[in-house]
C-alpha cells in the first residue's frame, strides 16, 4: 500500500538556522508533490509545489527538492524564525488532482 | 479574492445523532471540493471529493455522505453519528484546471467530538 514517511519527531532549532525536513514515500508514482504549514487549530497552509520532472523549487527562504529516484523530498527553511515554528505537511499529488498527505513534522523555533 | 467558510468551528454531538457541516467558498467558480479528516497526529485523509454540482467521489466507505447543491457549497452528512467520526473536519478547494497540479486552500477546520 501506499506510505508516506515524515518524521514524527519534532524538530527544534535554534533562530537563525537551517531547518531540514524529510518526506520519504514508497509504492507511489506521484504527478507532483506539496508542502503545506499548518498552526494549531487552523486548516493547512499552502507552500510550495514541485512537480515529477523538477529537482529543486525556491520561494524566499523555503527551498524544496524532489527526487523521484530517492522517492524523497527535502524541505528547508533558512534563515529560522521563531515564527516559522509550525507542523509542516508532505502531500503527494496524482494526475487526478487528488492528494495524499503525510502525517507532519513540528517544527520549534527558539529565539 | 477567494475564500472559504467552514462552520461551526467547534461540536459536541451524541453517538447516534444526524450531522451538518457546511462549507462554501466565494470569489471562484466551479472549484475542485474536497472533505478531509484529520484525527491527533495523523494526516490528513481524503473522504469525498467533487468537480461539480451533484459530482461527488467517496475515497472511504463509512457512514458519512457529502453533497454539493450548489457551485460553491459542499456539505459532509451523517444519519448517525458513530465514536470514530471524532476528529477535526477539513473542507478545501482548488481551481479546476488542466493539469490539476494546484494547491489547495483549506477551511479553518471543523472539532467534531462525540460523546
Known amino acids: 500500500s501506499q506510505k508516506i514517511e515524515q518524521n514524527s519527531e519534532a524538530l527544534n532549532i535554534q533562530e537563525g538556522k537551517t531547518a531540514t525536513l524529510t518526506c520519504n514515500y514508497t509504492?507511489?508514482?506521484?504527478?507532483?508533490l506539496q508542502w503545506y504549514r499548518q498552526d494549531p487549530g487552523r486548516g493547512p497552509v499552502f507552500l510550495l509545489l514541485i512537480r515529477e520532472n523538477e529537482k529543486e523549487k525556491r520561494k524566499e527562504r523555503l527551498k524544496v527538492t524532489f527526487d523521484t529516484t530517492l522517492k524523497q523530498s527535502l524541505f528547508h527553511i533558512t534563515a529560522s524564525q521563531p515564527a516559522d515554528s509550525a507542523t509542516y505537511l508532505c502531500a503527494l499529488g496524482d494526475s487526478w488532482g487528488k492528494l495524499q498527505f503525510g502525517a507532519g513534522t513540528q517544527v520549534v523555533v527558539t529565539p | 479574492s477567494q475564500t472559504i467558510h467552514q462552520w461551526p468551528a467547534t461540536l459536541v454531538q451524541p453517538v447516534g445523532s444526524p450531522l451538518s457541516l457546511e462549507c462554501t467558498v466565494e470569489?471562484?467558480?466551479?472549484?475542485?471540493l474536497y472533505w478531509y479528516r484529520q484525527a491527533a497526529g495523523r494526516g490528513l485523509q481524503l473522504l469525498f471529493y467533487s468537480v461539480g454540482i451533484g459530482q461527488i467521489s467517496s475515497e472511504v466507505p463509512q457512514n458519512l455522505s457529502a453533497s454539493r447543491p450548489q457551485d460553491r457549497q459542499f456539505i459532509l452528512s451523517s444519519k448517525k453519528l458513530l465514536l470514530s467520526d471524532s476528529g477535526f473536519y477539513l473542507c478545501?478547494?482548488?481551481?479546476?484546471?488542466?493539469?490539476?497540479?494546484?494547491?489547495?486552500?483549506f477551511g479553518d477546520g471543523t472539532r467534531l467530538s462525540i460523546l
Open positions: 478545501a478547494w482548488s481551481p479546476a484546471v488542466v493539469g490539476h497540479n494546484q494547491p489547495q486552500h
Open positions: 509504492n507511489y508514482s506521484p504527478a507532483y
Open positions: 470569489g471562484t467558480s466551479n472549484p475542485n
